[in-house]
């Protein structure tokens, strides 16, 4: 197979304050991460493509200093979400594509995280 | 800008029929290409990807790809209620560098009645 976990599923925190979502792939080593968003009845819109040691690339229009990517190992990527305010309320899913085995471009993605800032 | 579209729906067909889903890109140097199933509040899991011209079957799917005319379509046979959902094209694209990313169309919501 190829799982993809995040953690947590869901959040709800304070305005101002900085959340950190983690990706985790289970079950095989994930060349490349990906983080999307998700507003409703919207589709997948990516923030940023993370490989492992380097720093992220980030798509045009989202700010590198208020969602920080850190791709430590072959199996975890995080973004925190800096500050955050309700206008960052939105579905967070990342995604991994395998080192090797099976197809290296699909992108298997995690359950997503559903942040709602108050 | 590079494109991937996709009728929004709602397309709805009778429980045993087949539902057809169309996808048009517009970079033509596109070799991959994908079909994801989002139900609602979820994330998107992978039905099939295509990379060659043809028809690629996996059970009741069928996905068909014709990089001349820049299209790429997913038929559903014997569709079920529990087919209900968004489906997403998605087509890998070239963003400079060494580097790509999946480009998505915004879905077609398919509704299976019983």
């Known amino acids: 197979g190829a799982v993809v976990s995040q953690h947590p599923s869901r959040v709800i925190c304070k305005s101002g304050t900085s959340v950190k979502i983690e990706c985790r792939s289970l079950d095989f080593q994930a060349t490349t991460m990906f983080w999307y968003r998700q507003f409703p009845k919207q589709s997948l819109m990516l923030m940023a493509t993370s490989n492992e040691g380097s720093k992220a690339t980030y798509e045009q229009g989202v700010e590198k200093d208020k969602f920080l990517i850190n791709h430590a190992s072959l199996t975890l990527s995080t973004l925190t979400v800096t500050s955050a305010h309700p206008e960052d309320s939105s579905f967070y899913i990342c995604?991994?594509?395998?080192?090797?085995?099976?197809?290296?471009?699909?992108?298997?993605f995690g359950p997503g995280t559903r942040l709602t800032v108050l | 800008q590079k494109e991937v579209e996709q009728n929004s729906g709602p397309l709805s067909v009778p429980e045993g029929a087949i539902a057809s889903l169309n996808c048009t890109y517009s970079d033509r140097g596109s070799q991959s290409f994908f079909w994801y199933r989002q139900y609602s509040g979820k994330s998107p899991e992978l039905i099939m990807f295509i990379y060659s011209n043809g028809d690629k079957e996996d059970g009741r799917f069928t996905a068909q790809l014709n990089k001349a005319s820049q299209y790429v379509s997913l038929l559903i046979r014997d569709s079920q209620p529990s087919d209900s959902a968004t489906y997403l094209c998605a087509v890998k694209m070239y963003s400079g560098g060494s580097n790509y990313k999946l480009t998505f169309g915004k879905g077609t919501l398919l509704t299976v009645n019983p």
């Open positions: 995604s991994a594509t395998r080192t090797s085995g099976g197809s290296t471009d699909t992108q298997y």
